[in-house]
């Protein structure tokens, strides 16, 4: 799978660009703040319609505009035209001139992993970025898991609701209650199902990263033990004074452990990263043996940060992308890009908001 051509207008500081892509590795060199990170953005929104930053559409329109726009022609098993443009007051998505009425139709028609400073909150931050994680990975993955995902949230919401009310009728919350059941039993079946998977390809991935000195394991955690109907019921009297669903895949965790401690708790931030790294590199081997073929792997400065020793472990990867047609872009600046890497690269200048072959 590849992106053949990117088209922006009004994509932050990107007024207009149009720029044709091959198969391989190219490597986006610009001093600061010149918009090597965008352009990963954009190629970013159009695998999972969000900003990898975390923000609304709003930042994402170069100032002054009304909205922007954003255009891709994939290659995969066809070719997809895709179209999104998003104003505060309009949005349109389309794929081959066809409208797309739900998330769920789209995901899949670009794969992609992106490789940032903001993984390490993967390690450091809350659950809610690790349970992300999980999800995107299903999403990317199994087929329906989106569906599943956005009725739990759904039943989860209208659930908690009631329970803010002075006097919930029961009849009501059982009914939410329901529902919630269904699709969070799911939910954590296949978050249950997915992280055994993973985790070996986690582990190796840090000890290649690490150099065999550390150990990792990772473990899928639900907040509770047993059946969800039950432990909702048994938490009922918790409900009443805190007035929200205090049991359920909203309070899921993974736990990530370095030589059976604690990662959040002891290990060094060079840990972290290399174990936020592993993490992603495990996401994109995952989904080449799923689809049996690599996704695009976006790299955001990541290599710079990275001593010769650990970049080392991205070699398999990009080895494989050459291999079997896939499709690299990789962000830096003049001093740090990764020399070692340089086998056949792409080489693009990006300089105040234009891109040049260089
Ligand atoms: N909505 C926006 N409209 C116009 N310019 C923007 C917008 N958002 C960010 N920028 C500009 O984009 C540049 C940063 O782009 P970025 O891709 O993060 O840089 P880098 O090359 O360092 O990765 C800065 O010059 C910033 O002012
Ligand atoms: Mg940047």
Redesign the pocket.
């Known amino acids: 799978m590849h992106v053949a051509s990117l088209k922006l207008r009004d994509f ?2 990107y007024a207009r660009l149009d720029v044709e892509f091959s198969p391989g590795c190219h490597l986006l060199l ?10 990963l ?1 954009a190629l970013y929104l159009m695998a999972t319609l969000r900003s990898f930053r975390g923000v609304g559409g709003s ?5 002054e505009a009304r909205g922007y726009f954003v255009g891709a022609q994939v290659v995969g098993q066809g070719v997809s035209e895709i179209k999104a443009y998003w104003s505060p007051r309009e949005r349109k998505l389309s794929v081959n001139e066809r409208p797309v009425r739900r998330l769920t139709e789209y995901l899949g028609v670009l794969r992609a992993v992106i490789f940032c400073s903001e993984d390490l909150n993967l390690v450091k931050g809350s659950s809610q970025g690790r349970r992300r994680f999980l999800d995107l990975i299903l999403s990317q993955t199994v087929p329906g898991y989106l569906v599943l995902l956005l009725r739990f949230a759904k039943s989860l919401k209208s659930r908690n609701a009631l329970l803010k009310q002075v006097n919930p009728q029961e009849a009501e919350l059982e009914a939410f209650t329901a529902e919630l059941v269904l699709a969070g039993t799911a939910v954590m079946e296949a978050r249950k199902l997915l992280v055994p998977r993973i985790a070996p390809m986690v582990r190796f991935a840090f000890r290649r990263v690490a150099g065999d000195v550390d150990d990792m394991s990772l473990v899928y955690q639900p907040g509770f033990r047993g059946d969800l109907a039950v432990a909702l019921a048994n938490s009922r009297s918790r409900e009443r004074l805190v007035r929200t669903t205090v049991v359920g895949p909203h309070r899921d965790d993974l736990l990530i452990q370095v030589n059976d401690r604690s990662a959040l708790q002891y290990t060094s931030e060079g840990q972290k990263r290399t174990l936020a790294v592993a993490l992603k590199l495990a996401q994109a081997e995952f989904l080449s043996e799923v689809h049996g073929s690599p996704p695009v792997l976006l790299i ?2 990541v290599m710079g940060e990275l001593d010769a020793h650990r970049r080392a472990a991205f070699v398999p990867l990009l080895d494989q992308a050459f291999r079997s047609g896939g499709q690299v872009f990789m ?1 830096c600046t003049e001093e740090n890009w990764p020399r070692e890497l340089s086998r056949d690269l792409i080489r693009w200048t ?1 300089q105040e ?1 234009k891109l040049l072959v260089s």
């Open positions: 932050r500081n610009g001093n600061n703040a010149q918009g090597k990170t965008n352009i953005e930042q994402m329109i170069r100032h955001d400065d962000t990006v908001g």
